[in-house]
């Protein structure tokens, strides 16, 4: 039987910045989260599709990952093997919440999402 495991971290980025080794290539990329704190989003040789995939993000922007780490009492890592997912919610709706004071909140109604029985309605 399947067992069905969800993302379980819910962020919204308000910036990313990404950071290129001596050859060029994209190594990590760093970010702000909606409440100020620091982000890294780890790559490795063999593994850059979520460095990818952040690259070219307008932000804001809503994410979901299964894996979050805090090394450091100011910094959350998410490392290069971490699954993530853009919600595909426009950057400026998820800007007017934020001007709303509504961060937490459109955090919360997404993990409401997420922890939703699917067989229930």
């Known amino acids: 039987m399947w067992e069905r495991k969800l993302m379980q971290q819910v962020?919204?980025?308000?910036?990313?910045?990404?950071?290129r080794d001596s050859s060029s290539a994209l190594g990590a990329i760093s970010g702000v989260t909606h409440d100020?704190?620091?982000i890294r989003f780890?790559?490795?040789?063999?593994?850059r599709i979520n460095l990818h995939s952040?690259?070219?993000?307008q932000t804001p922007l809503l994410l979901l990952t299964d894996r979050l780490f805090q090394p450091f009492s100011?910094?959350?890592?998410?490392?290069?093997?971490?699954?993530?997912?853009?919600?595909?919610m426009a950057?400026?709706?998820?800007?007017?919440?934020?001007?709303?004071?509504?961060?937490e909140s459109l955090i919360a109604a997404v993990r409401d999402q997420l922890s939703a029985d699917p067989g229930k309605e």
């Open 74 to 88: 100011d910094v959350w890592l998410v490392p290069a093997d971490a699954l993530i997912a853009i919600v595909p």
């Open 42 to 47: 780890e790559g490795s040789d063999q593994q």
């Open 11 to 19: 962020l919204i980025i308000n910036r990313l910045i990404p950071e």
């Open 54 to 57: 952040l690259e070219f993000q």
């Open 91 to 103: 950057s400026e709706q998820i800007r007017k919440l934020l001007e709303q004071g509504e961060g």
């Open 36 to 38: 100020g704190q620091a």
